[in-house]
C-alpha cells in the first residue's frame, strides 16, 4: 500500500524548470576540458606521457636549436668541409658493416651448428671484444703498428730497411684502420644476434637441402643466410650507428667525420648552434638508416611454416676442419681482446707506480656510481614504460615507448647537445627564482653538476633496458593479470608479485648491460662533465690522447674487467632462449 502511494506521489511530482543560461566562451570550454585531462585518460597515462617526453626532450630541443639560431661558422663549413666530413662518416660506416658482416657471420654459424672439440670456450670467448672500448683498442694497436712501433722496428732491423720510403706497411692512423678497430670490438653484435637467429632456425629445412644433394656450404648460402638475413641487416644497422657515434677512436686516428665536427665546432670555435645543425644531419642520417633496416625486414620476410623438428642441426668436424675452426676463432679472438689485454697488462704492470693513484680509485667511484644511478633509473622508467603500454594499451602509448626508445641511435656528442640547452634553461630559471624569493642562487644546479651525465646516459641507453624488458613482457600471459586484478592484486602490487619475478632475468641482463655501457661511453662524459670531474673513460681518454697509454693502462684494465661479467650473463640468456 505504501509503495503504491509513494509510487504515485513521484509521478505526480512536476519537473523543475531548468533556466536558460549563455552559451559557455571558448575560454571557459578549453578549460573544462584541460582540467579534465587528467580525469580522462588517468594518473598513470599522464605519466606514461611525461616520462615519453622527458627521454623526446634533447631531440626536440636539439632540432629546436638548430633551426631557431643562425650559426656563425655553419656556412664555412658547408662551403668548405662538410661534404668530406659526411664522406668520411659514410666510408667509415661501409667500412665497419662490411668488416662485421665478414668476421660475425661466419662465427655465428661455426658455433650454432658445427660440432667441435674446444666449442664451449669460444662460444662465450668470442663476445669478450665487446667489453673492450674501441678508443683502447685503437690505442694499444698505435702503440704496436706504429712506425716507432716495435713491430716496424723489427722489421727495419732484420731486414735493414733505413726509411719508410723502402717498404709497405699498413697505416694504422687512416679510416681503415679505424674501420678495422671499430669492427674488431663490434662483431660480437653480429655473432650474438646471428648466431641466435641460426639457433633457432627450422633445422627440417637444411635437413631437407641435404637430402637433395646439396653440400654444407651450399646449403648454408641458400637456406641458413637468407633466412638470418633479417637478424644480419638489424645488427649490420646497429653497428653502423655506434661507428657514426664513435668519437675517440677517429679522433684519435685524425680522422674527420661528423661527430669530431661537432666536438671541434662547439668546443674549439663555441658555436653551438652551428654544432646543433651538424648533430641534425648526423641524426636525420640514423633515422634514415633505421628506416631502411625496417623498410628490407618488412619487404622481405622470411618464415618457415613447417614443424621444428626435435633433431637439431649439427655439422661434427674432422681433426682439420677442426683446426681451421681453432685457427679462426683463436684469430678473431687474439685481434679483439687478448693483444690488447696483454699490452695493457704489460703497461699496468710496468709502470704500476705511475698509474696507480688515489685519483684512479675516485674515477672508479664516479664512474660506478653514475653508471649504478643510470642502471637503476633505466630499469625503473622501462619497467614503467612497458607496464603503462601492456595496460592501456594505446597508440599515444606504443608512441611514448618508441620516443623513449630513440636515444640509443643518437651519437654522445650530439646528445649532449640536446641535454645542455634544457637543462641550461632550468637552471636559469630556478637561480631567477631564488632570487625573486632573496635566496642564494644555486648556480649550475643541473648543467654543472653529474646531473647532466646521467640524464645523457639515461636517454641514451634505456633503449637497451627497453628492448629486453618488452621482449620479456611479450611472454607473460595477460590471463596473469586477470587473476591477479581478481584477487585485489592491482597497479604497483601487480608489478611486485607478478610481474617483476617474471621480468627478474631479463631485467638483471638489462640493468647489467646498460651499466656497462655507462661505464664505457666517452664523449657525453667528456663534453658533459663538470670542472675538474673525472670519470674513467675520460681519466684514459686524457693521457691516452697524449700518447701516455702506459699511465692509462690501469684505468682502460678496470673499465674492461666491469663488462666481463655482464657478457657472460647475456651469454648464458641466449643459450637458455
Not at 671499430?182 to 641435404?210: G, I, K
Request: glycine letters at 6%; charged letters at 10%.
Amino acid at each position: 500500500m505504501s509503495s503504491s502511494t509513494n509510487g504515485s506521489k513521484t509521478s505526480s511530482q512536476t519537473l523543475p524548470v531548468l533556466p536558460v543560461t549563455a552559451k559557455p566562451s571558448f575560454g571557459s570550454v578549453f578549460a573544462a576540458k584541460f582540467v579534465s585531462i587528467p580525469a580522462r585518460f588517468g594518473k598513470l597515462k599522464l605519466v606514461s606521457l611525461l616520462i615519453g617526453l622527458l627521454f623526446a626532450l634533447p631531440l626536440i630541443t636539439l632540432f629546436f636549436e638548430a633551426f631557431s639560431s643562425q650559426g656563425d661558422s655553419f656556412t664555412h663549413i658547408r662551403e668548405t668541409v662538410l661534404n668530406d666530413y659526411i664522406v668520411n662518416t659514410l666510408l667509415l660506416m661501409f667500412g665497419v658493416g662490411v668488416l662485421v658482416i665478414v668476421i660475425g657471420v661466419p662465427l655465428a654459424w661455426l658455433i650454432a651448428v658445427c660440432e667441435f672439440k674446444g666449442r664451449g670456450f669460444f662460444k662465450w670467448a668470442l663476445i669478450l671484444p665487446l667489453a673492450m672500448p674501441a678508443y683502447v683498442v685503437a690505442y694499444t694497436y698505435t702503440d704496436l703498428l706504429d712506425y716507432a712501433g716495435p713491430i716496424q722496428i723489427a722489421l727495419r732491423q732484420w731486414f735493414d730497411w733505413q726509411s719508410p720510403g723502402d717498404y709497405w706497411f699498413f697505416e694504422i692512423r687512416s679510416l681503415s684502420g679505424a674501420a678495422l678497430m671499430l669492427a674488431l670490438v663490434l662483431y660480437p653484435y653480429v655473432y650474438l644476434m646471428v648466431r641466435a637467429s641460426f639457433m633457432e632456425q627450422n633445422a627440417t629445412l637444411t635437413h631437407a637441402a641435404r637430402s637433395l644433394g646439396a653440400s654444407p656450404t651450399s646449403s648454408f648460402f641458400r637456406v641458413s643466410l637468407p633466412l638470418a638475413r633479417n637478424a644480419i641487416m638489424a645488427s649490420c644497422a646497429l653497428v653502423m650507428m655506434e661507428s657514426m657515434a664513435d668519437f675517440a677512436t677517429v679522433n684519435y686516428f685524425a680522422v674527420s667525420t661528423l661527430t669530431t665536427a661537432v666536438y671541434d665546432t662547439w668546443l674549439g670555435h663555441y658555436d653551438l648552434a652551428s654544432a646543433a645543425k651538424l648533430s641534425v644531419i648526423m641524426v636525420l642520417g640514423v633515422f634514415s638508416l633505421l628506416y631502411l633496416e625496417r623498410f628490407q625486414n618488412g619487404r622481405r620476410q622470411t618464415r618457415s611454416d613447417a614443424k621444428v623438428t626435435q633433431q637439431p642441426l649439427r655439422y661434427r668436424l674432422n681433426t682439420g676442419q677442426t683446426m681451421l675452426a681453432w685457427g679462426l676463432c683463436g684469430l678473431i679472438l687474439s685481434l679483439g681482446f687478448i693483444i690488447p689485454s696483454v699490452i695493457l697488462m704489460d703497461y699496468a704492470i710496468r709502470y704500476f707506480s705511475e698509474s696507480w693513484s688515489s685519483g684512479v680509485w675516485d674515477y672508479a667511484v664516479n664512474s660506478s656510481s653514475i653508471a649504478l644511478i643510470t642502471a637503476a633509473l633505466a630499469l625503473v622508467f622501462s619497467v614503467s614504460l612497458n607496464y603503462f603500454n601492456r595496460t592501456y594499451p594505446s597508440a599515444a602509448q606504443g608512441l611514448m615507448l618508441k620516443a623513449a626508445s630513440t636515444g640509443y641511435a643518437i651519437p654522445g656528442t650530439v646528445l649532449a647537445i640536446g641535454v645542455l640547452v634544457p637543462l641550461t634553461f632550468l637552471d636559469t630559471q630556478i637561480n631567477e627564482l631564488a632570487e625573486a624569493v632573496s635566496m642564494t642562487p644555486p648556480g649550475l644546479l643541473l648543467s654543472g653538476s653529474a646531473v647532466a651525465i646521467v640524464f645523457a646516459h639515461l636517454v641514451r641507453f634505456i633503449a637497451i633496458a627497453n628492448k629486453g624488458i618488452l621482449a620479456s613482457y611479450e611472454k607473460i600471459s595477460p590471463s596473469l593479470d586477470m587473476v591477479a586484478k581478481t584477487m585485489g592484486q592491482g597497479g604497483f602490487r601487480l608489478v611486485k608479485r607478478v610481474h617483476l619475478p617474471l621480468l627478474r632475468r631479463s631485467a638483471l641482463v638489462a640493468a647489467l648491460l646498460v651499466f656497462v655501457e655507462s661505464m664505457k661511453e666517452l664523449p657525453a662524459a667528456l663534453l658533459l662533465r663538470p670542472f675538474d670531474f673525472q670519470t674513467l673513460p675520460t681519466y684514459v681518454y686524457q693521457f691516452a690522447s697524449d700518447e701516455q697509454l702506459e699511465i692509462a693502462a690501469l684505468g682502460a684494465i678496470l673499465i674492461v674487467a666491469v663488462g666481463l661479467l655482464p657478457l657472460w650473463l647475456l651469454n648464458r640468456s641466449i643459450d637458455a632462449r
